[in-house]
């Protein structure tokens, strides 16, 4: 006995791949095609690039042409050769249609592949690549292989892991790579139902030629039953798994074994960020928010997602400005920014220690927080300039030549769940102006050899415009805040770049051309100017302050997804590094004149709040908020389960209420046609139909089916053919139907003259099976013309 119902023997398959023996299942290649759609719709609402739009092309006709060649008699060699000769046909021919229209065609695929060549040249070289053609080709490639095989797979094999796998995986990387649209969850949910449904409907279907092969008596009402059972099954599974609670530490335990599998495959991640640097990823809230390299790219989407809540253990003073730093980055080249000669280290919990450069002229007092995270992390998320944390932490560095460290970025050595708590000390850039002017220039000799770097395609005027912003300036301070004013007053801040240029260097073009951009943009241009004036700088990413709540005395941060960002950090000699703010939608940081005296530290030690106690409060004070909306990854899951769950309990309530149904179903067409014309309105023709087919008889209904295969054919009878005249004309159209039409007349004829009074139920079962087999026809009429060969 076959233990496995969805497992077809080789005699079965063997049957099933014979196109004679298949018989064209409407509802399952509806459902599968939808299936299609679901997942390639997912791609094109992520807007990664320009001309998705060519994507939906490419899979419905891979579909259709998978139909076709499933339903053919090529062996499978031949099948994957028209395949791939049609594949390059059609991808080829839609990627020229988005050239320059006024190019020949042989132009345009010339120009096809010049642009590839060049993207692979900077793929080989591991330069990131602003081209999006790459993108799109493997895309179109991937949803002709995919669209085709499901098609194919569906008519010749149904084996469900080759139908639905290559979908699933397809819309759950898709997915991964655009999580941060809490909406965009319903795709997921959509392609989780549909593809129940098909699982379903293939084991009906198979269940079916089962019992035919074994001649049982099968009703024609059972295809659509078996489809019912099968919808309100699947709501249930659905309902389920999104009101079910999910176990925190199940999720932690898969986020840490995600980690050790995706580790050796950091270089190749990489190499894939270079390769589609174009695209406007939206980047994925997972461990490792940044890694070693940055590409400037094309922006993200931006929501309100919640990644932590900080607190400081003291009163902070008014003027002090926070910025949650992830990294800094120390060499920019062709667009990206990225570490080198990095070194790690590691240290266990409370035993911090890495020895930072000494900077006398710094404030020594050092600030606590405790950081919540709500998201799981790898890489710590600190105020800068960070001292000391409490965890065991990996840091990464480069060793200066007098031993001490510069500090890059302090990692978890594993990682890190979400709702583990942390605690920090860190000193603040909490100096006067007066300071700053009055730091010199004497730079260490790290500090130039590392922080001065500058691309090598630098143009002459971006080192011109440096000159001319601070022309007539004595010190580091002044032209710092000089440029950054230049940026905020010059630059418009936009979330993200529809195009970048192919063949112009970006800060170039950010500055002079495009006058547009966003955080890394501002950050970057500030860093190269400055460095081009001989004034160390660096890049750093992380958070912005975020909202701020002041609650027992403490500063309480909310840092959300939105507050993502990138800053300059200049260096001051005996100061250390400080932050600016050139971005023009943040605020500026302002640094007084003097010293505030109410700012001074007072003498003693000062009192400490209790974390703990403040996190809870401020979680209970969002909850006790009558209007506050859910957060945003779990405010889609709750409406979508309401409504699945109304649909059900509707669902169920018609099963138990059929009386109800069917009489409201009769009465209903005939309300809205009388209040149309109560209106002075003539009712729709599809109306009138729908309510005179309400009043007529089950015979009546059963009868009319002729008629209705007659008119599917595309050969309704004239009104004056009698019934016989009628069957004969269908008989002769449709022969394969003719003891059906034969049997249905005569039970017709029997039942108007009262001889005969057959059941209701073979009556309609007559009527359908007619009805099915019109629409074969139908449908093998359109393929055979649709790929029939021209002489």
């Given at each position: 006995?076959?233990?496995?119902?969805?497992?077809?023997?080789?005699?079965?398959?063997?049957?099933?791949?014979?196109?004679?023996?298949?018989?064209?299942?409407?509802?399952?290649?509806i459902l599968t095609w939808v299936l299609v759609l679901t997942v390639t719709r997912r791609l094109l609402v992520t807007q990664w690039t320009e001309d998705l739009y060519i994507?939906?092309?490419?899979?419905?006709?891979?579909?259709?042409?998978?139909?076709?060649?499933?339903?053919?008699?090529?062996?499978?060699?031949?099948?994957?050769?028209?395949?791939?000769?049609?594949?390059?046909?059609?991808?080829?021919?839609?990627?020229?249609?988005?050239?320059?229209?006024?190019?020949?065609?042989?132009?345009?695929?010339?120009?096809?592949?010049?642009?590839?060549?060049?993207?692979?040249?900077?793929?080989?070289?591991?330069?990131?690549?602003?081209?999006?053609?790459?993108?799109?080709?493997?895309?179109?490639?991937?949803?002709?292989?995919?669209?085709?095989?499901?098609?194919?797979?569906?008519?010749?094999?149904?084996?469900?892991?080759?139908?639905?796998?290559?979908?699933?995986?397809?819309?759950?990387?898709?997915?991964?790579?655009?999580?941060?649209?809490?909406?965009?969850?319903?795709?997921?949910?959509?392609?989780?139902?549909?593809?129940?449904?098909?699982?379903?409907?293939?084991?009906?279907?198979?269940?079916?030629?089962?019992?035919?092969?074994?001649?049982?008596?099968?009703?024609?009402?059972?295809?659509?039953?078996?489809?019912?059972?099968?919808?309100?099954?699947?709501?249930?599974?659905?309902?389920?798994?999104?009101?079910?609670?999910?176990?925190?530490?199940?999720?932690?335990?898969?986020?840490?074994?995600?980690?050790?599998?995706?580790?050796?495959?950091?270089?190749?991640?990489?190499?894939?960020?270079?390769?589609?640097?174009?695209?406007?990823?939206?980047?994925?809230?997972?461990?490792?928010?940044?890694?070693?390299?940055?590409?400037?790219?094309?922006?993200?989407?931006?929501?309100?997602?919640?990644?932590?809540?900080?607190?400081?253990?003291?009163?902070?003073?008014?003027?002090?400005?926070?910025?949650?730093?992830?990294?800094?980055?120390?060499?920019?080249?062709?667009?990206?920014?990225?570490?080198?000669?990095?070194?790690?280290?590691?240290?266990?919990?409370?035993?911090?220690?890495?020895?930072?450069?000494?900077?006398?002229?710094?404030?020594?007092?050092?600030?606590?927080?405790?950081?919540?995270?709500?998201?799981?992390?790898?890489?710590?998320?600190?105020?800068?300039?960070?001292?000391?944390?409490?965890?065991?932490?990996?840091?990464?560095?480069?060793?200066?030549?007098?031993?001490?460290?510069?500090?890059?970025?302090?990692?978890s050595p594993n990682p890190l769940p979400a709702g583990k708590t942390y605690n920090v000390r860190s000193s603040l850039s909490d100096l006067t102006v007066e300071q700053l002017?009055?730091?010199?220039?004497?730079?260490?000799?790290?500090?130039?050899?590392?922080?001065?770097?500058?691309?090598?395609?630098?143009?002459?005027?971006?080192?011109?415009?440096?000159?001319?912003?601070?022309?007539?300036?004595?010190?580091?301070?002044?032209?710092?805040?000089?440029?950054?004013?230049?940026?905020?007053?010059?630059?418009?801040?936009?979330?993200?770049?529809?195009?970048?240029?192919?063949?112009?260097?970006?800060?170039?073009?950010?500055?002079?051309?495009?006058?547009?951009?966003?955080?890394?943009?501002?950050?970057?241009?500030?860093?190269?100017?400055?460095?081009?004036?001989?004034?160390?700088?660096?890049?750093?990413?992380?958070?912005?302050?975020?909202?701020?709540?002041?609650?027992?005395?403490?500063?309480?941060?909310?840092?959300?997804?939105?507050?993502?960002?990138?800053?300059?950090?200049?260096?001051?000699?005996?100061?250390?590094?400080?932050?600016?703010?050139?971005?023009?939608?943040?605020?500026?940081?302002?640094?007084?004149?003097?010293?505030?005296?109410?700012?001074?530290?007072?003498?003693?030690?000062?009192?400490?709040?209790?974390?703990?106690?403040?996190?809870?409060?401020?979680?209970?004070?969002?909850?006790?908020?009558?209007?506050?909306?859910?957060?945003?990854?779990?405010?889609?899951?709750?409406?979508?389960?309401?409504?699945?769950?109304?649909?059900?309990?509707?669902?169920?309530?018609?099963?138990?209420?059929?009386?109800?149904?069917?009489?409201?179903?009769?009465?209903?067409?005939?309300?809205?046609?009388?209040?149309?014309?109560?209106?002075?309105?003539?009712?729709?023709?599809?109306?009138?139909?729908?309510?005179?087919?309400?009043?007529?008889?089950?015979?009546?209904?059963?009868?009319?089916?002729?008629?209705?295969?007659?008119?599917?054919?595309?050969?309704?009878?004239?009104?004056?053919?009698?019934?016989?005249?009628?069957?004969?004309?269908?008989?002769?159209?449709?022969?394969?139907?003719?003891?059906?039409?034969?049997?249905?007349?005569?039970?017709?004829?029997?039942?108007?003259?009262?001889?005969?009074?057959?059941?209701?139920?073979?009556?309609?079962?007559?009527?359908?099976?007619?009805?099915?087999?019109?629409?074969?026809?139908?449908?093998?009429?359109?393929?055979?013309?649709?790929?029939?060969?021209?002489?």
């Amino acid at each position: 006995m076959n233990k496995n119902p969805l497992k077809l023997t080789q005699s079965k398959r063997q049957a099933i791949n014979s196109p004679d023996a298949f018989v064209w299942d409407g509802t399952s290649i509806i459902l599968t095609w939808v299936l299609v759609l679901t997942v390639t719709r997912r791609l094109l609402v992520t807007q990664w690039t320009e001309d998705l739009y060519i994507i939906a092309y490419i899979a419905n006709l891979a579909f259709l042409f998978g139909l076709a060649l499933g339903y053919s008699r090529f062996k499978s060699l031949a099948v994957m050769l028209l395949a791939s000769i049609y594949g390059v046909f059609f991808v080829g021919w839609r990627l020229g249609l988005l050239q320059s229209s006024e190019l020949t065609w042989n132009e345009k695929l010339a120009t096809i592949f010049i642009r590839l060549s060049l993207i692979m040249q900077r793929i080989s070289e591991r330069q990131p690549v602003y081209d999006p053609l790459l993108f799109l080709l493997l895309m179109m490639v991937l949803f002709w292989v995919l669209s085709l095989n499901t098609a194919y797979a569906l008519v010749r094999s149904k084996q469900i892991g080759r139908l639905l796998a290559p979908l699933f995986l397809a819309i759950i990387l898709i997915h991964t790579y655009d999580p941060l649209v809490p909406a965009r969850f319903a795709y997921l949910m959509v392609f989780s139902f549909l593809a129940l449904l098909v699982i379903g409907r293939l084991f009906y279907l198979q269940q079916k030629e089962h019992w035919r092969q074994r001649q049982f008596y099968i009703p024609s009402q059972l295809s659509s039953d078996t489809l019912q059972i099968s919808l309100g099954f699947v709501l249930v599974i659905l309902v389920f798994a999104l009101i079910l609670p999910a176990n925190r530490s199940q999720w932690d335990t898969m986020v840490r074994v995600w980690e050790k599998v995706k580790q050796p495959f950091q270089s190749l991640r990489q190499d894939f960020e270079n390769a589609f640097s174009s695209l406007r990823i939206t980047t994925q809230i997972e461990t490792e928010f940044y890694e070693r390299t940055l590409n400037l790219g094309r922006g993200i989407e931006l929501n309100e997602q919640e990644i932590f809540t900080a607190i400081a253990h003291t009163k902070l003073p008014e003027q002090a400005r926070i910025y949650w730093r992830s990294r800094v980055y120390d060499t920019y080249e062709n667009g990206q920014w990225r570490l080198s000669d990095v070194s790690t280290l590691d240290f266990p919990s409370n035993a911090f220690d890495a020895k930072q450069p000494s900077f006398p002229n710094r404030p020594a007092r050092l600030y606590s927080f405790t950081i919540y995270p709500h998201q799981p992390l790898q890489t710590f998320i600190l105020p800068a300039q960070p001292h000391w944390i409490n965890l065991a932490a990996e840091i990464e560095y480069v060793e200066n030549a007098d031993g001490s460290m510069d500090l890059l970025a302090v990692r978890s050595p594993n990682p890190l769940p979400a709702g583990k708590t942390y605690n920090v000390r860190s000193s603040l850039s909490d100096l006067t102006v007066e300071q700053l002017q009055q730091a010199g220039e004497d730079y260490p000799d790290w500090v130039i050899e590392r922080y001065l770097q500058l691309p090598t395609s630098l143009s002459e005027r971006t080192k011109d415009l440096a000159l001319q912003i601070t022309q007539g300036l004595a010190t580091p301070y002044e032209k710092v805040v000089s440029i950054t004013e230049y940026l905020r007053s010059h630059i418009t801040y936009i979330e993200t770049i529809d195009e970048l240029p192919k063949d112009q260097e970006l800060i170039d073009w950010f500055l002079f051309d495009y006058k547009k951009g966003f955080c890394n943009y501002y950050a970057t241009a500030e860093v190269i100017l400055l460095r081009s004036l001989g004034i160390p700088a660096r890049l750093a990413v992380g958070y912005a302050e975020g909202t701020m709540e002041d609650i027992q005395a403490a500063n309480v941060y909310v840092v959300r997804q939105l507050d993502a960002h990138a800053w300059p950090e200049v260096f001051f000699p005996g100061i250390g590094w400080i932050e600016f703010e050139p971005t023009s939608s943040k605020p500026p940081v302002v640094y007084p004149q003097q010293p505030q005296e109410k700012d001074l530290p007072t003498e003693g030690t000062p009192q400490e709040v209790n974390a703990q106690e403040i996190l809870q409060r401020l979680q209970e004070e969002q909850s006790s908020q009558p209007n506050s909306p859910a957060p945003p990854q779990t405010q889609f899951p709750l409406i979508a389960a309401i409504m699945v769950f109304g649909i059900l309990t509707l669902l169920v309530w018609a099963h138990f209420n059929r009386p109800k149904v069917s009489l409201a179903y009769r009465q209903l067409p005939e309300a809205l046609e009388n209040r149309i014309r109560a209106l002075g309105f003539s009712p729709p023709k599809l109306l009138i139909l729908w309510n005179q087919s309400t009043k007529l008889s089950p015979l009546e209904k059963s009868y009319q089916r002729i008629n209705t295969a007659l008119s599917i054919l595309r050969s309704p009878a004239p009104a004056y053919l009698t019934p016989s005249e009628r069957a004969a004309r269908l008989q002769t159209i449709l022969p394969e139907a003719a003891p059906q039409i034969t049997q249905l007349l005569q039970h017709y004829q029997e039942a108007v003259y009262g001889k005969e009074n057959r059941t209701l139920l073979e009556l309609a079962d007559l009527g359908c099976g007619i009805v099915r087999l019109a629409w074969q026809k139908r449908f093998k009429n359109e393929l055979a013309s649709l790929f029939q060969r021209r002489e």
